[in-house]
T-cell receptor, first 115, second 113 residues
Framework: NAGVMQNPRHLVRRRGQEARLRCSPM?????VYWYRQLPEEGLKFMVY????????ESGMPKERFSAEFPKEGPSILRIQQVVRGDSAAYFC?????????????FGEGSRLTVL | QQQVKQSPQSLIVQKGGISIINCAYE??????FPWYQQFPGKGPALLIA?????SEKKEGRFTISFNKSAKQFSLHIMDSQPGDSATYFC????????????FGAGTRLFVKA
């Protein structure tokens, strides 16, 4: 059973370009969460999605950032007009709809560098 | 209300010693308290977790102590090993209706051989 798959693992963008990060949850998981980790810092919640629905985007910057989890295909975190401060590791996690625990299963992250 | 406060920021322990990391939360809606372990370049992975109906949970060398009235919980790593060197995150979430998890700032543990 494949784990959470994120790609690309590393992404370099120049200021003003767009970054698209993709996440395929574990098989059977219907919840997806995106977190941002700045160097030497913790994991900051960004957004929580279910298929075709954004459940909680309270951690997402109001401008330039958007996320989706379509009926078919991976979840996508999109950052428009990137700035240097967007450089970070972006982690996706998934969980099942029902479960005995609240465990999140994380991918290995996408590391964005903005030049 | 949504914060989880973690300390210390970093910790150096001698091999065989006990590592202790502390966390505190505010939101009483949280009812699931996991600890995640993260190695450099990797994603976090669940290490051990506890619910507030018990005061302690032990799995091998790892123990969580939970104080519901104080809204505090801690991770104890007994007989710490160099392979335990990693960043540890405490976290809190509701366990129904989705598992939006709030993480502490992390503790970088280094176990000296």
């Amino acid at each position: 059973n494949a784990g959470v798959m994120q790609n690309p693992r590393h992404l370099v963008r120049r200021r003003g370009q767009e970054a698209r990060l993709r996440c395929s949850p574990m098989k059977g998981h219907s919840h997806v969460y995106w977190y941002r980790q700045l160097p030497e810092e913790g994991l900051k919640f960004m957004v929580y999605l279910q298929k075709e629905n954004i459940i909680d985007e309270s951690g997402m910057p109001k401008e330039r950032f958007s996320a989706e989890f379509p009926k078919e295909g991976p979840s996508i975190l999109r950052i428009q007009q990137v700035v240097r401060g967007d450089s970070a590791a972006y982690f996706c996690a998934s969980s099942p709809l029902q479960g005995d625990t609240g465990e999140l299963f994380f991918g290995e992250g996408s590391r964005l560098t903005v030049l | 209300q949504q914060q989880v406060k973690q300390s210390p920021q970093s910790l150096i322990v001698q091999k065989g010693g006990i590592s202790i990391i502390n966390c505190a939360y505010e939101n009483t809606a949280f009812d699931y308290f996991p600890w995640y372990q993260q190695f450099p370049g990797k994603g976090p992975a669940l290490l051990i977790a506890i619910r507030p109906d018990v005061s302690e949970k032990k799995e091998g060398r790892f123990t969580i102590s939970f104080n519901k009235s104080a809204k505090q919980f801690s991770l104890h790593i007994m007989d710490s090993q160099p392979g335990d060197s990693a960043t540890y995150f405490c976290a809190a979430s509701p366990s129904t209706g989705g598992f939006k998890t709030i993480f502490g700032a992390g503790t970088r543990l280094f176990v000296k051989a």
